[in-house]
């Protein structure tokens, strides 16, 4: 059994749609759909989860909210109308939008319950799209499926004994088709994941079921080995194992959110990342193990960055001697809560990596203030504007000279490394440095690395 998840780009119009269909007919064993809301049709356009966000916001602020209301509804019947679908799909999603707007939900509640529309709607239309090819297809919301969350501050999260329920989805005859993104607590309360849920969604009905391979259709052949806007035709990769698909994730690559395969992963469930328009392509292999390529000392598979971040930095002498300094010093960050990415240190200063949205700039003077008083340091200040690059390769501990071709190649491009990481599980190497140099540096490095 395979499990197939489909993007915004596969669903974003009719022909698209028309697409997945064929998709899903050429392949038997495709017996689990999980779907996107519709994404855009050309650069100017709007995502339709951007559409009903924007929709929820208004109608809550009685704000002009018709415009959008009726963008919508017209996005949906082009789709329905050009499948040569009956119109009773459309009643059905006028009425389950209505039924929304007509609810004494909470204002969060009525946001998500907008937000997840998209994807419900792709489920019901492609399902019914897929009987009008004699495929026997049946939309399953979330609820019914075992997708049952609980909150928590960093999000939500699956039920651990929900697996049970998804696993009994094994003895369903024909095609599944559910919506991605929104699952529902023990309490019935809609709930959706982050952005890009839908892969989470993905992932947990693979593992939930077991399936063989859980194939992610976008709209690219493979994962490329470096991000193709900066770097014309880089090198396509083939074959990457799970940790490198999150470090790469994490530091930027947009095919995945850094935390959406992870319920895959847990169990092991190999990854195909395919192009819907393209299905023939073989696509990117995500394994659990694979040997590293040490050919010439090259472990590297990808190379990737994101903005966004600043440094807190502080310094006192003999730091390293102060029992507790670490823990007091990350207890201000908790006490006001903020989470930090990396943490490299010396003997009397270290330096901690967090993103823009974690420490306003308002909130600065502030997280000073009491490193100072409560710490008694020398220096803090914060070092703003960075960029974070991740040089990524299973083996790199056996890979003589990364190191010495990584900052060779950012000397050559003219960028100032302001620090330098290495994870404990050696399969990164982050070296942080100022945004304006970002595209410079990854030229840099594909030319020492890739070519």
């Not at 609810?103 to 998500?112: A, F, K, T, V």
């Not at 947009?254 to 192009?275: M, R, T």
Request: net charge negative.
């Amino acid at each position: 059994m395979k499990v197939a998840k489909f993007g915004g780009s596969s669903l974003a119009d009719a022909n698209q749609f028309r697409k997945v269909g064929n998709i899903i007919k050429d392949d038997q064993k495709r017996k689990f759909v999980v779907v996107s809301a519709p994404g855009k049709r050309h650069d100017q356009d709007y995502k339709m989860t951007d559409l009903l966000i924007d929709f929820a916001e208004a109608f809550i602020e009685k704000d002009k909210y018709k415009s959008y209301y009726i963008t919508i509804l017209d996005r949906f019947t082009k789709i329905v109308q050009e499948l040569e679908l009956a119109e009773t799909i459309l009643t059905e999603i006028e009425d389950h939008i209505q039924g929304i707007m007509q609810s004494d939900l909470p204002d969060e509640q009525m946001i998500n319950s907008f937000k997840a529309v998209g994807e419900d709607c792709s489920a019901k239309i492609l399902s019914a799209y897929l009987q009008s090819l004699g495929i026997k297809a049946t939309y399953m919301n979330p609820k019914d499926a075992g997708i049952i969350l609980e909150n928590d501050p960093t999000g939500a999260h699956l039920v651990q004994n929900s697996y049970q329920s998804i696993y009994k989805l094994r003895d369903h005859d024909g095609v599944i088709v559910i919506p991605g993104f929104f699952g529902y607590t023990k309490e019935g309360e809609l709930t959706t994941f982050s952005r890009g849920g839908s892969d989470i969604t993905g992932a947990i009905i693979a593992a939930g079921v077991q399936a063989e391979l859980y194939e992610n259709f976008t709209d690219v052949d493979s994962v490329f080995s470096v991000n193709p806007s900066i770097v014309k035709n880089p090198k396509e990769i083939d074959v990457l194992t799970y940790r490198e698909m999150r470090e790469l994730s994490y530091a930027g690559f947009s095919v995945f959110h850094d935390e959406a395969l992870i319920p895959a992963f847990q169990e092991k469930i190999p990854v195909c990342v395919k192009n819907t328009n393209n299905p023939s392509a073989d696509g990117t292999m995500i394994i659990a193990e694979r040997a590293p390529d040490t050919t010439n000392n090259n472990c590297v598979v990808g190379i990737a960055s994101n903005s966004g971040f600043k440094s807190i930095y502080v310094s006192k002498f003999l730091m390293n001697r102060e029992i507790g300094f670490g823990r007091k010093l990350f207890e201000i960050l908790e006490d006001e809560n903020i989470s930090f990415e990396h943490a490299p240190s010396g003997i009397d200063d270290m330096s901690i990596i967090v993103r823009n949205s974690q420490l306003p700039k308002e909130k600065e003077q502030f997280i000073i203030d009491r490193i100072y008083n409560e710490l008694h340091v020398d220096t803090v200040s914060i070092n703003r504007d960075l960029a974070l690059i991740m040089i990524v390769g299973e083996g790199m501990k056996e890979a003589i000279g990364t190191t010495q071709t990584a900052a060779n190649a950012l000397g050559d491009a003219k960028v100032n490394i302001e620090m330098i990481n290495q994870g404990s599980s050696e399969v990164s190497m982050m070296f942080g440095i100022k945004s304006n140099g970002v595209h410079r540096a990854i030229k840099s490095l594909y030319r020492a690395f890739f070519e």
